[in-house]
């Protein structure tokens, strides 16, 4: 019973809520058009003041008179700097891209001289256990036919 008391309670207070903003809306909205309209009626009018100080200005107002073939000589000026520099830049890239591409030749050599190496070391290192093998089974091999022999000597007598 609580949850639906507290439920209605909080309807009718947004309800509540909700007319009240209504009500104010409505009655604020017909004061400030009336407002509104008064504050138009007011204004000022400033080009007559802008009028004034243009004419003062222009008589004590310099112009600079623009020397296009300097602007011209001080763009090709700037222009060629930068063509050399770029020029630079290029070669240092050059310089290091085949610095690095010796270095990375010359650290492949070195890696496969170290396999083969390793693999020569290897495979010895193979043919040595290999001939182990063959001789520990060939020794093994012969006792085994060894025994055999001498069990067969053994029945027969």
Do not use: C, P, W
């Given at each position: 019973?609580?949850?639906?008391?507290?439920?209605?309670?909080?309807?009718?207070?947004f309800a509540g809520a909700a007319v009240a903003g209504a009500y104010y809306?409505?009655?604020?909205?017909?004061?400030?058009?009336?407002?509104?309209?008064?504050?138009?009626?007011?204004?000022?009018?400033?080009?007559?003041?802008?009028?004034?100080?243009?004419?003062?200005?222009?008589?004590?107002?310099?112009?600079?008179?623009?020397?296009?073939?300097?602007?011209?000589?001080?763009?090709?000026?700037?222009?060629?700097?930068?063509?050399?520099?770029?020029?630079?830049?290029t070669d240092n890239v050059k310089e290091g891209v085949t610095q690095a591409?010796?270095?990375?030749?010359?650290?492949?050599?070195?890696?496969?001289?170290?396999?083969?190496?390793?693999?020569?070391?290897?495979?010895?290192?193979?043919?040595?256990?290999?001939?182990?093998?063959?001789?520990?089974?060939?020794?093994?091999?012969?006792?085994?036919?060894?025994?055999?022999?001498?069990?067969?000597?053994?029945?027969?007598?």
């Amino acid at each position: 019973m609580a949850k639906k008391f507290s439920k209605l309670l909080m309807f009718t207070a947004f309800a509540g809520a909700a007319v009240a903003g209504a009500y104010y809306y409505l009655q604020n909205k017909n004061s400030s058009l009336s407002d509104g309209m008064e504050g138009d009626d007011d204004y000022d009018d400033f080009s007559d003041d802008l009028d004034d100080d243009t004419e003062s200005k222009d008589a004590t107002r310099n112009y600079v008179a623009l020397n296009l073939e300097k602007a011209e000589d001080a763009a090709a000026e700037t222009m060629k700097e930068a063509a050399e520099k770029a020029a630079d830049v290029t070669d240092n890239v050059k310089e290091g891209v085949t610095q690095a591409a010796k270095d990375m030749t010359n650290a492949a050599k070195d890696m496969a001289h170290a396999a083969k190496e390793v693999t020569a070391e290897t495979a010895a290192a193979v043919k040595e256990a290999a001939k182990d093998i063959a001789g520990t089974t060939e020794s093994k091999i012969e006792e085994f036919f060894d025994d055999d022999e001498e069990d067969n000597s053994a029945d027969s007598i």
